[in-house]
C-alpha cells in the first residue's frame, strides 16, 4: 500500500533523529518515495547523505537556498504528498506549527502541505510534560494533526519517563492508516478476535493451543490500511500490538465471548480468526495442583460458542481448522454457525497454518462457491478475505 506513495519526512534535531534512518529505509524498501526536509539543528544529529543514500532523494535542509531547484520543488511537493511525518518532532517543531511559524524547512512545509500530518514527539520528560507542549500537542490534535504518541522509558539524560519516540513500526503502522483512509473499507467497524483463548486449570495451568494470532493481527492490519475502524480482540500472543487498531485484550473463552459482544454493536462484519478452546475445566483450582497423586483426572465442559451465538445484523466470517475432508467439514461450519463465509484451514500442510507465516485456505461463501487459494503469506490471505467482505458488503446495501 505504501508503493508510490509520496511521503514527506521531516527530521527536527533530537537524539532520536538517527531512528528517522530506519523510518525512511523500511519506508523506501515498501517503495514509497520518502521526500525528506531537515531542519539545521537535526543535520547535526544525523547527516543529510545518510538520509539521501537511503531514500535516493535530495534532501533539502536550507529553505534560503532557494537557487536550488529542489527546494522550490520540496515547497511544490507539499501539494503532492500522500502524508507527511514528523519524526522525531521535537518541543519547538510542535510549538512552531501550533501557532502557523514556518522558518525553516521542517515547519515551513507543514504550513505549505495540503497532506496529513503526522507528528512523533521525542523530548525530554520535563519537555514533554511541561503543560506549554501539552497545549501546543492538544491545538494540533484539533486541527487534524496525527499525534503518534512518545513511550516510556529510558531517556538520552539518564532520565526514565515518557518522552521516548515511538516504536518505529508503530509509527509506520500510523502511516499505513493514514493513507489508508480512503481504501475501500472506509467507514466500515470490523471486529477480528485473534490467538488461542486459555482456560485456567489453577493458577500456574491453562489448557491452551498452538495459535500465534499471526492470522487474525494480518486481517486487523489489512483492514486497517484499507480504512476500516478496526477493534481486535486478542487471545494472549508474543505479536506486537498494532498501530491504529483498538486492541482489546482477553484471556478465556468466556471473556472472549463478551468482549466480542461488547465489540460488535454497530459491526459491519466479524471475523473469528482465534483458535478458541473447546473445553474448560469445570473448575478451577485456587491453589496450584499438587503432583502428590500418580494421576490426575480434568473434568472439562464445553465452552460457549462465540461465532454460533453471537447476534446482530452483520457479516460474520469463521475459520476452520480442518485435518480432514475440509471442504465437507467447512461447509457445516457454515450452515450450523449461519456464517457468510468461512476459511479452511488445512492443518496437515505444514507451510500452512499454526505459528508460520503462511498459509494454504480455501475460502467457501454462504452461496457455495469454494475458492481454492495457493500458498499465500498470511497477509495475502489477510487481504484476499477482505476482498470478499468488501464484496459482500457491498451487496448488503
Ligand atoms: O471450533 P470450530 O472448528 O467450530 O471453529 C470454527 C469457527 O468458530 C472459528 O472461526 C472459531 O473462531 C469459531 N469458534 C467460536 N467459538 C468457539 C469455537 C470456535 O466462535 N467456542
Redesign the pocket.
Known amino acids: 500500500m505504501l508503493t508510490n506513495k509520496t511521503v514527506i519526512l521531516g527530521i527536527t534535531g533530537s537524539i532520536a533523529a538517527y531512528k528517522a534512518a530506519d523510518i525512511a529505509s523500511k519506508l523506501t524498501q515498501a517503495g514509497a518515495k520518502v521526500e525528506v526536509v531537515m531542519t539545521e539543528p537535526a543535520t547535526k544529529f544525523i547527516a543529510p547523505l545518510t538520509m539521501h543514500s537511503i531514500t535516493g532523494r535530495a534532501v533539502v535542509t536550507d529553505m534560503f537556498d532557494l537557487a536550488s531547484q529542489h527546494t522550490i520543488e520540496h515547497i511544490a511537493l507539499g501539494g503532492a504528498a500522500d502524508v507527511m511525518v514528523i519524526a522525531p518532532a521535537t518541543a519547538s517543531l510542535i510549538a512552531k506549527a501550533a501557532v502557523g511559524i514556518a522558518d525553516d524547512m521542517v515547519t515551513l512545509t507543514v504550513l505549505a502541505t495540503k497532506a496529513p500530518v503526522i507528528v512523533a514527539p521525542a523530548m525530554d520528560v520535563n519537555m514533554f510534560a511541561n503543560p506549554v507542549t501539552q497545549e501546543n500537542l492538544a491545538k494540533l490534535k484539533a486541527r487534524g494533526f496525527i499525534i503518534v504518541d512518545p513511550e516510556y522509558g529510558r531517556l538520552a539524560s539518564g532520565k526514565v519517563g515518557w518522552g521516548r519516540l515511538a516504536d518505529v513500526d508503530k509509527i509506520i503502522g500510523t502511516i499505513k492508516q493514514v493513507l489508508g483512509r480512503s481504501g475501500d473499507l472506509a467507514g466500515k467497524r470490523l471486529v477480528v478476535?485473534a490467538g488461542g483463548?486459555q482456560e485456567p486449570i489453577d493458577p500456574a495451568r491453562h489448557i491452551g493451543n498452538r495459535s500465534s494470532g499471526k492470522m487474525g493481527y494480518a486481517i486487523a492490519e489489512a483492514a486497517r490500511d484499507r480504512g476500516a475502524e478496526v477493534k481486535l480482540v486478542a487471545a494472549p500472543t508474543s505479536l506486537p500490538q498494532p498501530a491504529g487498531v483498538e486492541v482489546i485484550r482477553v484471556r478465556t473463552?468466556v471473556e472472549?465471548?463478551s468482549a466480542?459482544a461488547k465489540a460488535v454493536a454497530k459491526a459491519d462484519a466479524l471475523?473469528?480468526?482465534?483458535?478458541?478452546?473447546?473445553y474448560q475445566p469445570r473448575t478451577t483450582a485456587r491453589a496450584k495442583i499438587k503432583k502428590a497423586t500418580p494421576g490426575l483426572t480434568l473434568e472439562l465442559v464445553?465452552?460457549?460458542?462465540?461465532?454460533?451465538?453471537?447476534k446482530g445484523n452483520f457479516l460474520k466470517?469463521?475459520?476452520?481448522?480442518?485435518s480432514e475432508d475440509i471442504v465437507v467439514?467447512a461447509k457445516k461450519?457454515l450452515q450450523?454457525?449461519q456464517?457468510d463465509l468461512?476459511?479452511a484451514n488445512d492443518i496437515t500442510d505444514k507451510k500452512g497454518g499454526f505459528g508460520v507465516d503462511t498459509n494454504k485456505v480455501t475460502i467457501i461463501s454462504r452461496d457455495g462457491k469454494v475458492e481454492k487459494l495457493p500458498l499465500l503469506t498470511k497477509r495475502e490471505v489477510a487481504d484476499r478475505i477482505l476482498d470478499r467482505v468488501v464484496g459482500m458488503l457491498g451487496k448488503k446495501k
Not at 471475523?271 to 473447546?278: G, N, P
Open positions: 478476535t483463548t473463552t472472549m465471548k466480542v471475523i473469528m480468526a482465534a483458535a478458541v478452546t473447546d464445553r465452552t460457549p460458542d462465540i461465532l454460533g451465538e453471537v466470517v469463521g475459520f476452520a481448522a480442518e467439514n461450519k450450523n454457525k456464517l468461512i476459511v
